[in-house]
């Protein structure tokens, strides 16, 4: 929220000002500090760090050490929670053409998040979304163990969900 521009807020950034911050929480981050770890996965996401020598860094083990560090905080939880999402959302957004993620996992994402559940609290539309995820999953395991009988999106009205997939195109050459 700091930084101008919504999309990638990092580039907006001068480089001199991205590699002092990245030399400082990566210091920070190596002691285990909080809120430092929870800033890095904020600013940097998880995705490559442009100024890093080595073109990538993997920030999601960091935000894993702070979701489990003595000083957690609510907006680490939501982060922590969030990418359980998108991790379900990448699964499936080419559903019901093909599935992006194994059904194992599914079940460690699904399970990450169910702890995640147990031990915090979480936004409540969050939950709704994570709610929605696992019974898209269910339906689309099912249906796949039937060899894809059936209407997949008539299967999700059936149960109430409201899904609608990706327009797939093909070409041939």
């Known amino acids: 929220m700091k930084f101008p521009g919504d999309a990638l807020p ?3 950034l001068p480089f001199q000002l991205t590699k002092l911050l990245d030399d400082y929480l990566s210091r920070e981050c190596e002691k285990d ?9 904020q600013i940097f996401g998880n995705i490559y760090n442009p100024h890093d020598p080595k073109l990538e860094h993997d920030f999601y083990p960091i935000l894993e050490r702070a979701y489990m560090h003595e000083k957690c905080d609510p907006q680490t939880v939501q982060l922590y929670f969030r990418e359980q999402l998108d991790s379900l959302w990448w699964g499936q957004h080419h559903f019901p053409e093909s599935i992006r993620i194994t059904k194992e996992e599914f079940e460690t994402i699904v399970g990450a998040a169910k702890k995640i559940l147990l031990e915090k609290t979480v936004d409540p539309p969050l939950v709704e979304e994570f709610e929605y995820y696992v019974k898209l999953y269910q ?6 163990n039937n ?3 059936g209407d997949f999106y ?3 009205r059936k149960e109430g969900l409201a899904f609608e997939g990706v327009p797939v195109i093909y070409y041939k050459e």
Not at 35 to 41: I, K, S, V
Not at 139 to 144: A, K, L, M, V
């Open 147 to 149: 060899n894809r009988n």
């Open 154 to 156: 008539e299967l999700c």
């Open 139 to 144: 339906i689309y395991f099912e249906w796949q």
């Open 10 to 12: 990092r580039r907006h």
């Open 33 to 41: 500090q909080m809120p430092q770890m929870r800033w890095t996965y």
